[in-house]
């Protein structure tokens, strides 16, 4: 089955960390650009950070550069986001998608399957 799931989230206090993981099957997973966005209560989707097919060409956006890392295991099939110094403009649901080309996109529309999200909720 094509899919990915998401694992990872859950309750942490203001500059904790946590681990994401996306556990990708169905599909030639280091073919393919892999991406983190999210969706905070009330807003819309934002793209948080991509890496290309390879791994190792990542790119971020701004509200996470310097505090998150994306990575990837293309002999595992899973990709991961590392997230530091976490504050509560941080709370959301976080979806990794598989982007339709091998380099990094943020584009929504170049992305063609999506994981279920797992919730992440950043209060003391």
């Known amino acids: 089955e094509v899919q990915l799931v998401e694992s990872g989230g859950g309750l942490v206090q203001p500059g904790g960390s946590l681990r994401l993981s996306c556990a990708a099957s169905?599909?030639?997973?280091?073919?393919?650009?892999m991406s983190w966005f999210r969706r905070a209560p009330g807003k819309g989707l934002e793209w948080v950070s991509g890496?290309?097919?390879?791994?190792?060409?990542?790119t971020y956006g701004n509200s996470v550069k310097g505090r998150f890392t994306i990575s990837r295991d293309n002999d595992n099939n899973i990709l991961y986001l590392q997230m530091n110094s976490l504050t509560p403009d941080d709370t959301a649901v976080y979806y990794c998608?598989?982007?339709?080309?091998?380099?990094?996109?943020?584009?929504?529309?170049?992305?063609?399957?999506w994981g279920q999200g797992t919730r992440v909720t950043v209060s003391s």
């Open positions: 998608a598989k982007s339709t080309i091998r380099g990094v996109t943020a584009l929504i529309n170049l992305h063609d399957l």
């Open positions: 169905g599909f030639t997973f280091s073919n393919y650009g």
């Open positions: 890496d290309n097919s390879r791994g190792g060409s990542t």
